[in-house]
Every structure is written in C-alpha cells, then in structure tokens.
T-cell receptor
Framework: TQLLEQSPQFLSIQEGENLTVYCNSS?????LQWYRQEPGEGPVLLVT?????EVKKLKRLTFQFGDARKDSSLHITAAQPGDTGLYLC????????????????FGQGTILTVHP | DTGVSQNPRHKITKRGQNVTFRCDPI?????LYWYRQTLGQGPEFLTY????????KSRLLSDRFSAERPKGSFSTLEIQRTEQGDSAMYLC????????????FGPGTRLTVL
C-alpha cells in the first residue's frame, strides 16, 4: 500500500505570511498532483508534477517534486484569505509496478486558514 | 467548473434505504473513478471504469455497493441498505486515456444517513 503523509495537518496564519506544506512517501510515483478543496465541494486541480526536481509556479504558489519523486512541497508566498482551504496531494501510478489503472493515492490533507 | 457534474449534490436518507448517485464526466474522458471522502480525510479510491468496463474495485466497496457505466459515458453508484457509516462525500473523477494521471473531480454528493 502506498501512503502519502502531509504535514502540517493544520495551519493557521496571518495574511501576508509565507507557508510551506509537505507531502512525503516511501514510494516513488510517476506523478504527483496538488488539489485545493473548499467545504462541500470537490477537489480542484492546482498542478501536476511529473519530472524529479521539477518546479512549477502558479502566481504565488510554488510546487516542487523531489528528485527521487517520493516527496513534494507547496509553498505559498504572501498568503491571502482567499487561499483558505484544504490542500491535498495525490500520487499517481506507482513506479514500482503493479496494476493501478491510474487511481490516485491521497494524503490526509492540510487545512489552511489565513486570517485577514 | 471542471466540466464534471454530479447529482444530487446532497442526499439525506434513513438507515436501510437505497440511494443512487450519478456522475457525468467530461465527454472525451473515457476513464472514470469513484472516491469516498470522510470528514478530515483525503479521498479514498472506490472503483474504476475504462469506457463501460469496471476494471478495479477497492476492498472498501462492500457488496452493498454497485457501480455501472452502461454506455461508457455517465456512471451511477448505488448503495443498498445504507448504514450510518456510509455517510460521506462521494466524488467522481475522470481523465483522458494515455500516460497522464491528472484527474478532474466533480463537486461531489454529500450523503447523510440518519
């Protein structure tokens, strides 16, 4: 069973602060997705990273995929109240093989609250 | 709006009743997944369809659960004899064929079993 662990589980910060969320696994994934989810809604895709060491930027959000494709991080610069939500990382097909049909393995999520 | 729709958005039912949820994926996405998400957790995989074929089912999917995708387009998830432990958000996701793992999720159906 492939497991993804996210940390921290909860994050409460003031507007303007920076933050980093981590996603770690003992397994190697072919890709990793980050999603943001608001209460009562489905996860919305933020980014997919595929190559080890890859860095992607989305406005104030920076995503990095570890060199070994086992871990990832999400960094938010100058957080705003609109960034509040549940952030989920999800691993794609494991490189170790087996048949997964592309199902995603999710971390437990990081609940971010940004206070004005 | 991801282009994936789910109905109903909310369902409240009494224990022992049957419920059915529907998912309409993005039209050109032939891979379809169902996940379940309980409060404070990430989504957990339930089942997978490639076109109309159900190719994988999780051990979470007890015999009270059945899913179909009769024409390879929309999908339904039915829960028979619901239990309070079935209360959760049921999410549908889809993706294109090929190497990409990127999935697009619907808004979910929130089930409450009283």
């Amino acid at each position: 069973t492939q497991l993804l662990e996210q940390s921290p589980q909860f994050l409460s910060i003031q507007e303007g602060e920076n933050l980093t969320v981590y996603c770690n696994s003992s397994s190697v994934f072919s890709s990793l997705q980050w999603y943001r989810q608001e209460p009562g809604e489905g996860p919305v895709l933020l980014v997919t990273v595929v190559t080890g060491g890859e860095v992607k930027k989305l406005k104030r959000l920076t995503f990095q995929f570890g060199d070994a494709r086992k871990d990832s991080s999400l960094h938010i610069t100058a957080a705003q109240p609109g960034d509040t939500g549940l952030y989920l990382c999800a691993g794609g097909r494991p490189v170790a093989g087996g048949t997964s049909y592309g199902k995603l393995t999710f971390g437990q999520g990081t609940i971010l609250t940004v206070h004005p | 709006d991801t282009g994936v729709s789910q109905n109903p958005r909310h369902k409240i039912t009494k224990r022992g009743q049957n419920v059915t949820f529907r998912c309409d994926p993005i039209s050109e996405h032939n891979r379809l997944y169902w996940y379940r998400q309980t409060l404070g957790q990430g989504p957990e995989f339930l089942t997978y369809f490639q076109n109309e074929a159900q190719l994988e089912k999780s051990r979470l999917l007890s015999d009270r659960f059945s899913a179909e995708r009769p024409k390879g387009s929309f999908s339904t998830l039915e829960i028979q004899r619901t239990e309070q432990g079935d209360s959760a958000m049921y999410l549908c996701a889809c993706r294109r064929g090929g190497a990409t793992d990127t999935q697009y999720f619907g808004p979910g159906t929130r089930l409450t079993v009283l």
